[in-house]
């Protein structure tokens, strides 16, 4: 089972959408017995495929309203420099995301904090102590009208 067929594909689709689907339900919308379903989700978080579910969290009810995208440029582009970097985003709860990308900067991040004075906080005493930082430009976010996240 190693190729995404059409039924792991739809498998994958539903479970995306509401990871808290009872198997019956699961296999009703996709078409499969009960058991070929439950064999082929299992087989699939073997795989690695599924590796894990997540609740969508309304952020302004719990606190952490105030998103913004953030751009960060090194000033080195040494590996001991990037994992330094990844280390102190690993450790600032602020940061739901840390992705290391190509092009005019070194890394994105998705910041999730109650307010504009948290946020400030966060770039002043986070991302203003890192020696290794040299450029940070953030991005509020005004509104989402899609997103997939699951």
Not at 126 to 143: A, Q
Request: aromatic share 6%; with cysteine; proline share 3%.
């Amino acid at each position: 089972m190693g190729d995404i067929d059409q039924s792991n594909a739809r498998i994958l689709r539903e479970l995306s959408r509401n990871g808290r689907l009872s198997n019956l339900e699961l296999a009703d919308r996709i078409g499969l017995s009960p058991s070929a379903c439950l064999r082929r989700v299992q087989e699939l978080e073997r795989q690695g495929v599924i590796t894990g579910y997540r609740a969508i969290i309304d952020r302004a009810r719990s606190g952490a309203g105030f998103l913004v995208y953030v751009t960060v440029g090194l000033s080195t582009h040494t590996k001991a420099a990037q994992l330094a970097f990844e280390i102190a985003m690993a450790g600032a709860t602020q940061v739901r995301e840390c992705h290391n990308v190509a092009g005019a900067f070194e890394y994105l991040l998705r910041v999730e904090v109650a307010d504009l004075p948290a946020y400030k906080h966060f770039h002043a005493e986070v991302l203003g102590t890192l020696p290794m930082v040299t450029s940070i430009t953030t991005y509020v976010v005004m509104e989402s009208p899609k997103d997939e996240r699951g």
